[in-house]
């Protein structure tokens, strides 16, 4: 009988070791798609601006008037550019100018228009001055690109939220298009344009209504399935 027993013991056994393994439910699951916020491209207003690009310069003092304190602390910059007569003529002084300078990550300083004067030796252009506040990044002779606000009615162009641009490269950038009947994004490359208060315009590469990613580029792919966040 004991050795009746154990044959049968050694075949249940063998026939355990012979029966595959279940693999644990989490292996045997989906992957997830990873929740991912998206907005529509929609148009904005631009208003008209001209653009030149100039270098920083310290800016004259003005006269002192008699009885006066003159002014100390940090020095006072200014953009001197040059630009051309029928872009001159479109600009008045005081208007509002927005310089973009690359030596700061390309952040955005608001100056103001402070003079207009025909250029010696060139005709058809005009000498132009920009103030800038104070900060201290600014130095003499860098280069920076402003943009002053023209006369002329608006622009209407397409404009995204910042957050679904990535890959910046000068006026070329990149996007990912939602495919809302599959939910699935596709790589876009788009050229951009100014930035406005209704987000960075878009020059080409999108149509009106379509949707972009907003969060989570980097684990993006082109063509993966997500898993849409419409606004709120």
């Not at 955005?108 to 103030?131: K, M, W």
């Amino acid at each position: 009988m004991t050795r009746r027993w154990a044959v049968l013991a050694l075949g249940l056994a063998l026939t355990a070791c012979n029966k595959p393994a279940s693999q644990p439910v989490a292996a045997r699951q989906a992957p997830q798609e990873p929740s991912i916020r998206i907005a529509q491209a929609g148009s904005t207003i631009v208003v008209p601006t001209v653009v030149g690009t100039g270098t920083v310069a310290l800016r004259e003092r003005q006269a002192i008037a008699p009885g006066a304190r003159a002014q100390t602390g940090a020095p006072s910059y200014s953009l001197r550019l040059a630009l051309p007569a029928a872009d001159a003529a479109r600009v008045t002084l005081g208007a509002t100018a927005k310089v973009r300078f690359a030596a700061f990550n390309n952040d955005i300083v608001v100056g103001r228009l402070i003079a207009l004067a025909p250029q010696a030796g060139s005709a058809g252009s005009v000498s132009a001055e920009v103030t800038l506040p104070n900060d201290a990044r600014l130095k003499v002779g860098q280069t920076g690109v402003a943009s002053i606000v023209a006369s002329g009615a608006g622009t209407r162009l397409l404009a995204v939220p910042p957050s679904a641009v990535f890959a910046r490269q000068g006026a070329m950038a990149q996007v990912y298009v939602v495919d809302l009947a599959t939910s699935r994004v596709h790589l876009r490359r788009i050229t951009l344009g100014e930035e406005t208060p209704a987000g960075i315009a878009v020059a080409s590469g999108l149509s009106l209504g379509e949707w972009v990613a907003l969060s989570r580029a980097e684990q993006l792919k082109d063509g993966m399935k997500i898993a849409p966040i419409g606004p709120q």
